[in-house]
């Protein structure tokens, strides 16, 4: 990235990095996501490097299928919404800049 003149790098976090759900050594590295990205992103802004944390929504992963009969998929994202997410931004370095540092909802930049 250096060399090719800037870029983007997207962290994957979860709202469990705000809010205890279950599981204290996910939300702490969730948490330690979110600072990463922002503290990446204050040492590359010289150098045209956006990062941003993306929290996708509940992903249909092998995983989560799994247990989908206990679940509410109604309102689930695919692995290809969350891709599709991340190109769109890249493609978009204004809007990208403009993120840069922050923790973002997949579903909220869809629209």
């Known amino acids: 990235?250096?060399?090719?003149?800037?870029?983007?790098?997207?962290?994957?976090s979860f709202w469990s990095a705000q809010k205890f759900v279950g599981n204290t050594l996910y939300g702490i590295a969730k948490a330690a996501t979110d600072?990463?990205?922002f503290d990446m992103a204050t040492e590359l802004a010289?150098?045209?490097i956006n990062?941003?944390?993306?929290?996708?929504?509940?992903?249909?992963?092998?995983k989560v299928m799994?247990?989908?009969a206990m679940m509410d998929m109604s309102n689930s994202e695919s692995p290809r919404f969350i891709g599709r997410t991340i190109a769109a931004l890249s493609k978009?370095?204004?809007?990208a800049?403009?993120?840069?540092g922050k923790?973002?909802?997949?579903?909220?930049?869809?629209?």
Not at 51 to 62: A, D, K, N, Q
Not at 97 to 100: A, G, H, K, P, V
């Open 1 to 12: 990235m250096l060399q090719n003149s800037g870029g983007l790098i997207v962290n994957i």
């Open 35 to 37: 600072k990463m990205t």
């Open 46 to 48: 010289d150098k045209d």
């Open 51 to 62: 990062v941003i944390s993306l929290c996708p929504g509940l992903v249909r992963t092998e």
């Open 66 to 68: 799994l247990a989908a």
């Open 92 to 95: 978009n370095r204004e809007l």
């Open 97 to 100: 800049s403009e993120l840069n």
């Open 103 to 111: 923790v973002c909802v997949a579903a909220d930049l869809a629209h």
